[in-house]
């Protein structure tokens, strides 16, 4: 149980366009999704939290214009990187807090992530 | 600030030995869970353990064990009987806040841990 999906896992864009990513719990419901951002060697940067039919919650320094995230159901959260640039390029991940209580403890659930090139 | 130190960047160890991964944290929650998670090549993330701060007692999962001193504020990792297939990037995540119900992970810089067979 507790499967996170991502699509795509990897996509080659070019400077300008847009790019969306889809993250999905499969086998759960979850109220809460989380994104991140991974560079190369480092470890994880929140870059936002969304609850299913609100807006979502950016950190401080990402700018909600350019990563768009919609929360539309209980089981899909999607991130849209618009006009992007080549310092946009990085690894994106999201994550799912499940809501049943066999996966309680706040605990959360990985995508396997999303590799994104921007040229 | 909410911080998450893992002191050790890189570890090494022999197959069927033991290692200990070493995290310590500050955090102002006062009712919250840890845990740590690896990331092998494929970079997807893999739950190892979760410890509930309110348990004295810590949490075991098979070879995974951790040594929580919540007073010390620190939370290592104990992989015994170390296999191959444990080669990843180990990254410790404590709670921040609480964003619209569900608290925010702080991770630490990760320990890559290394199997010698």
């Known amino acids: 149980g507790a499967v996170v999906s991502q699509h795509p896992s990897r996509v080659i864009c070019k400077s300008g366009t847009s790019v969306k990513i889809e993250c999905r719990s499969l086998d759960f419901q979850a109220t809460t999704m989380f994104w991140y951002r991974q560079f190369p060697k480092q470890s994880l940067m929140l870059m936002a939290t969304s609850n299913e039919g609100s807006k979502a919650t950016y950190e401080q320094g990402v700018e909600k214009d350019k990563f768009l995230i919609n929360h539309a159901s209980l089981t899909l959260s999607t991130l849209t990187v618009t006009s992007a640039h080549p310092e946009d390029s990085s690894f994106y991940i999201c994550?799912?807090?499940?809501?049943?209580?066999?996966?309680?403890?706040?605990?959360?659930?990985f995508g396997p992530g999303t590799r994104l090139t921007v040229l | 600030a909410q911080t998450v130190t893992q002191s050790q960047p890189e570890m090494s160890v022999q197959e069927a030995e033991t290692v200990t991964l070493s995290c310590t944290y500050d955090t102002s929650e006062s009712d919250y869970y840890l845990f740590w998670y690896k990331q092998p090549p494929s970079r997807q993330m893999i739950l190892v353990i979760r410890q509930e701060a309110y348990k004295q007692q810590n949490a075991t999962e098979n070879r995974f064990s951790v040594n929580f001193q919540k007073a010390a504020k620190s939370f290592s990792l104990k992989i015994s009987d170390s296999q191959l297939g444990d080669a990843a990037m180990y990254f410790c995540?404590?709670?921040?806040?609480?964003?619209?119900?569900?608290?925010?992970?702080?991770f630490g810089q990760g320990t890559r841990l290394t199997i010698n067979p």
């Open positions: 994550s799912a807090r499940a809501t049943t209580l066999a996966l309680i403890g706040d605990t959360q659930y």
């Open positions: 995540a404590v709670p921040h806040r609480k964003i619209q119900g569900a608290q925010k992970l702080v």
